[in-house]
């Protein structure tokens, strides 16, 4: 089966930066297209970012995050990472990657797997 582990969250500093990863078994990345999420304390899930051919292979980013956030993948390690720059507050979530299983003809915004997440915690 397929499966979606994060890394890399941690307790920062505001002003910090830090890189997730996101690694995936059981299935190759270039035939998913990769989310990045997050849930911050009493609020939904948030869509970041994503990496997918419905992107050209290229990073899409919400408008909240652009310019500190930066998608990446790496195809030969099978992993999915996001940078953030420039760490403030607000960011303090739990940070999700999820796929997309291009295979399964899922829909466009809809996620095949998902992982348990990893916390990112940015003190002041």
């Known amino acids: 089966q397929v499966q979606l582990v994060e890394s890399g969250g941690g307790l920062v500093q505001a002003g910090g930066s830090l890189k997730l990863s996101c690694s995936v078994s059981g299935g190759t990345i270039a035939d998913y297209g990769m989310g990045w999420f997050r849930q911050a304390p009493g609020k939904d899930r948030e869509f970041v970012g994503d990496?997918?051919?419905?992107?050209?292979?290229?990073?899409f980013y919400v408008d909240s995050v652009k310019g500190r956030f930066t998608i990446s993948r790496d195809i030969a390690k099978n992993s999915l990472y996001l940078h953030i720059d420039n760490l403030k507050p607000e960011d303090t979530a739990v940070y999700y990657c999820a796929a997309n299983d291009y295979g399964k003809d899922t829909g466009l915004f809809e996620y095949d797997y998902w992982g348990q997440g990893t916390q990112v915690t940015v003190s002041s």
């Open positions: 990496i997918s051919r419905n992107t050209g292979g290229k990073p």
